[in-house]
Nanobody, 125 residues
Framework: EVQLVESGGGLVQTGGSLRLSCAAS????????IAWFRQAPGKEREGVSC????????KYADSVKGRATISSDNAKNTVYLQMNSLRSGDTAVYYC??????????????????WGQGTPVTVSS
């Protein structure tokens, strides 16, 4: 059974940091690009970052560039998203996903096949 389990979300003050984790099982982790998406209340789901299976290269949305770092521990089948300098606009449910996206669709949710249940992040002032 394919599973992606997110953890690490919670309540954090503006300017604070969080590290989200995505533990994968049930598929060949090394063969898949893993991405983080988020969805704020009343908004569409947004691609945040991904780490590619081919060479470990990464991509970030402009909204988090410079504040987020994605990394992977292949021995643990786990991907992390370190978020710093958090703002109220980062408040959302964060999801990890696995797939084989095209080069132009790295942060396009339509190109991912496996999804976790999400972990909520609330940034308060």
């Amino acid at each position: 059974e394919v599973q992606l389990v997110e953890s690490g979300g919670g309540l954090v003050q503006t300017g604070g940091s969080l590290r989200l984790s995505c533990a994968a099982s049930g598929f060949t982790f090394d063969d898949y690009t893993i991405a983080w998406f988020r969805q704020a209340p009343g908004k569409e789901r947004e691609g945040v970052s991904c780490i590619m299976s081919t060479d470990g290269s990464t991509k970030y949305a402009d909204s988090v560039k410079g504040r987020a770092t994605i990394s992977s521990d292949n021995a643990k089948n786990t991907v992390y998203l370190q978020m710093n300098s958090l703002r109220s606009g980062d408040t959302a449910v964060y999801y990890c996903a696995a797939g084989h996206p095209s080069v132009t669709g790295l942060l396009n949710d339509n190109e991912y096949v496996y999804w976790g249940q999400g972990t909520p992040v609330t940034v308060s002032s």
